[in-house]
């Protein structure tokens, strides 16, 4: 943990209009979203963009999700297309990532795109975060709110636990009621899944009338054609192992559905409960030294993202 800690904020207008401050002179603040807590930066100044690859030690190949209020503020960025705009009226403010060509004249800085022709917009649902949004009047550059390859923050604690005085700030609005990153779709050249997350497959499918192309993801640092999909992420210090139906000696069990376990996702087998309490549990079980065992989450809706977040940090780390 860091020594210092940062300014904590309430999600009200005089803390939103400090935050909005802070973000426009250069500095980093935290902010909540319905997916996960932000570390956000004034999108167009370069300097600040660059605090956030060093606060969270982020490789600068892998660009950042730059967030917007809504879908007027989105095209200022990007070139819009009927296939945006049908993806955005049915499920934008909400935890969907669209990636789109950018504008000429787009005015964010090359940091927050990695040199890519392309840019990462979201428009989050989180009141509190549409207040901010629309009081600071610019984007907003936001990785999650963790050091890089870390376990995802779902409250303002596991922020201040994970980046301490390397933010400003952190708006504090309680637990995230989504709980995983956004679902990512690239648009260009065809729509495909970039990132599974907390938007469901099944409904962008359903509302665009067609199957997505599913990119498969590169088994190393080197093969970054899509970032994001580094094999090991999200990781616990502690190992992790996959679809166990009970616990090695020693292991931990992070359970799911009726069970004996040390945690469980969801007793009920609810997976929008299960996503809303996964990384909080992993949070809590790492705080515990001990090897975990996770119970079988089913494939469909949102067991996709938790299934890959899970799969992504039991596997081998990175050097
Ligand atoms: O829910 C979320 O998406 C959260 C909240 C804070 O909005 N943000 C988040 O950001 O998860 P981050 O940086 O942890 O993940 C952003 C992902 C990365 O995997 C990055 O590589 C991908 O978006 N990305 C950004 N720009 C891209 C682009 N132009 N093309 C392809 N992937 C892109
Ligand atoms: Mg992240």
């Known amino acids: 943990m860091n020594k210092t800690s940062p300014l904590i904020l309430q999600p009200d207008a005089a ?4 935050a909005a401050a802070l973000l426009a002179k250069g500095s980093l603040v935290a902010f909540p979203t319905e997916t996960v807590y932000g ?27 730059v967030h917007v209020p809504s879908i007027s503020a ?5 070139v819009w297309s009927d296939t945006a705009d049908i993806l955005a009226r049915a499920f934008w403010p909400g935890p969907l990532t669209l990636v789109l060509p950018l504008a000429e004249d787009h005015g964010l800085s090359p940091l927050v795109t990695a040199g890519l022709p392309t840019v990462a917009l979201r428009a989050p649902a989180q009141a509190s975060a549409q207040v901010l949004l629309e009081t600071f009047g610019g984007p907003v550059a936001a990785p999650s709110a963790n050091p890089s390859g870390r376990i995802s923050p779902t409250t303002a604690d596991h922020v201040v636990q994970g980046l301490g005085g390397r933010v400003t700030a952190v708006v504090d609005d309680g637990a995230c009621s989504v709980g995983l990153e956004s679902t990512i779709v690239g648009l260009v050249p065809e729509p495909t899944l970039l990132r599974a997350g907390g938007l469901p497959l099944e409904a962008i499918e359903a509302s665009l009338g067609l199957r997505l192309s599913n990119l498969p993801r590169p088994s190393s640092n080197e093969t970054v054609t ?6 090991s992420h999200y990781a616990p210090n502690a190992t992790l192992r996959m679809n166990a139906t009970s616990a090695a000696p020693g292991e931990l069990l992070l359970g799911f559905g009726p069970m004996a376990c040390d ?6 087998g609810d997976l929008y409960e299960a996503a809303a309490n996964l990384f909080d549990h992993l949070h809590r079980l790492d705080d515990l030294n001990r090897p975990i065992a996770v119970a079988p989450i089913p494939m469909h809706g949102l067991g996709n993202a938790i299934n890959d977040r899970l799969n992504r940090a039991s596997a081998p780390r990175m050097p």
């Open 15 to 18: 803390g939103l209009a400090r």
């Open 39 to 65: 570390l956000g930066a004034d999108a167009r100044n370069g300097a600040a963009v660059a605090g956030i690859f060093a606060a969270k030690d982020r490789p600068h190949f892998n660009p950042l999700i």
């Open 74 to 78: 989105a095209r200022r960025y990007v």
């Open 226 to 231: 899509a970032p994001g999909q580094l094999a």
């Open 263 to 268: 945690l469980n996702l969801s007793v009920s």
